[in-house]
């Protein structure tokens, strides 16, 4: 036998994962069933209500009778579409599924163990799990008025930073930073440090100072942006997303991701999606008819609400024995209506609603009167 006595640093008996891994609060996805098992709306997940394309749906089926074989694995005739649609070199798009891929291969590229980097305060979760797998540190800078705040972020770099995460508008906040002040963060930001902006939300947003971040991207040297088919396009179940950045960008997050990661249903249905104008166009008239609505509604019942740009709102509700965000969620379950509880996200007392459809809006508004006044 060889001496090992040179080597006495305790084997651990079993196998233990790499610093940082079980640090990570396990996500939590919104539920998709009622208490009592009879779900009416599920509006938990900022899901579209308005389905898929018919095209996108046709597209999958086509797939279906190919199941055998792999995949496009550059998914080219897909970031060929994206580049059409959006304006943008498809040589700089990178795929993935969902764009939650897309965030965790930019984390797992640019963070290692004593790097740290940046969200905010009521940011997206996945962000803080993305940083810890890749064994870097999370650092949180406070928001104002449930938004992101620039000085806060800026004042938080320090030379371990390497990245910054910004979802723009915000999940689940519904807020967003006018194009102005992501210039700024841009602007104070060093060069060596990779700016994430998450437009998962892009196209539902309609305000002339928003921008989502396809330029700075097209331009800078150390921005990113991610997008999603989940949200506005109705692919959540097809998990597809992408990225657009710099070529140096796009060429390390290509050589870490698996060589297959998008399924051929992801791609056939996105290329068809993203070329199926007239259902984004509809999505955005349901959102801009329904979000204004529920918003006014809820504030006459007097619950006070977030102003959202997104296809959702976060509900605040009153510090009051049987009238907390908890209580509100059980009546609402037991109504058939799921939302999201916000408690992880630092926002206990409040809960997130995805706009759904008209009778499903009127449902929630209703149900939430009469929890209200009961
Ligand atoms: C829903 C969402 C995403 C998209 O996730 P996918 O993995 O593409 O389904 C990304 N960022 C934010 C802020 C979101 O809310």
Same mark, same amino acid.
């Not at 997206?124 to 992101?148: K, M, Q, S």
């Not at 960008?249 to 290509?254: E, S, T």
């Given at each position: ?131 810890? &797998? =890749?064994? /870097?540190?999370? $650092? @949180?800078?406070?928001? %104002? ?6 000085? #806060?972020? *800026? ?61 700075? &991207? =097209?331009? /800078?040297?150390? $921005? @990113?942006?991610?997008? %999603? ?6 692919? #959540?179940? *097809? ?136």
């Amino acid at each position: 036998m060889t001496d090992t006595s040179a080597t006495t640093v305790q084997t651990p008996a079993r196998p233990v994962p790499k610093p940082g891994v079980m640090g990570i609060a396990p996500y939590v996805p919104g539920k998709s069933k009622a208490a009592n098992g009879k779900t009416l709306h599920k509006l938990s997940s900022n899901e579209t209500p308005l389905g898929a394309s018919e095209a996108a749906r046709k597209a999958v089926a086509n797939v279906a009778g190919h199941l055998e074989l792999y995949p496009d694995g550059s998914a080219s005739e897909l970031r060929a579409a994206i580049g059409e649609v959006y304006g943008i070199n498809p040589d700089r798009i990178i795929c993935g599924a969902g764009s939650d891929e897309i965030l965790s291969l930019l984390a797992y590229a640019y963070l290692g163990q004593g790097d740290e980097a940046i969200y905010s305060q009521h940011g997206f979760l996945v962000y803080d799990i993305a940083i810890r &797998a =890749a064994g /870097a540190t999370p $650092v @949180v800078a406070p928001e %104002t008025d449930l938004t992101a705040d620039v000085d #806060a972020i *800026l004042s938080r770099v320090t030379n371990r930073t390497k990245l910054v995460f910004l979802a723009n508008p915000n999940n689940p906040t519904g807020t967003y930073l006018p194009f102005s002040e992501v210039r700024r963060l841009h602007a104070g930001l060093p060069p060596n440090v990779l700016l994430v902006l998450d437009a998962a939300y892009g196209e539902y947003v309609r305000r002339n100072d928003y921008e989502s971040g396809l330029e700075l &991207a =097209a331009t /800078a040297d150390n $921005v @990113v942006m991610t997008r %999603t088919f989940s949200k506005i396009y109705g692919l #959540a179940n *097809l998990r597809l997303g992408w990225g657009f950045g710099p070529a140096h960008i796009i060429d390390a997050l290509n050589r870490i991701r698996g060589p297959f990661n998008v399924s051929g249903a992801a791609i056939a249905a996105g290329i068809a999606a993203v070329r199926d104008r007239a259902f984004v166009d509809a999505a955005v008239a349901h959102n801009d008819t329904w979000l204004p609505w529920v918003t006014v509604e809820l504030e006459k019942i007097g619950l006070s609400v977030t102003p959202s740009v997104g296809n959702f709102i976060l509900i605040h509700f009153p510090d009051e024995d049987g009238k907390r965000a908890t209580d509100a969620d059980t009546y609402l379950s037991g109504q058939g209506c799921v939302l999201r509880l916000v408690g992880n996200y630092g926002l206990p007392n409040a809960i997130r609603m995805s706009i759904g459809t008209e009778a499903a809006n009127r449902k929630v508004v209703s149900a939430l009167a009469a929890f209200m006044t009961k």
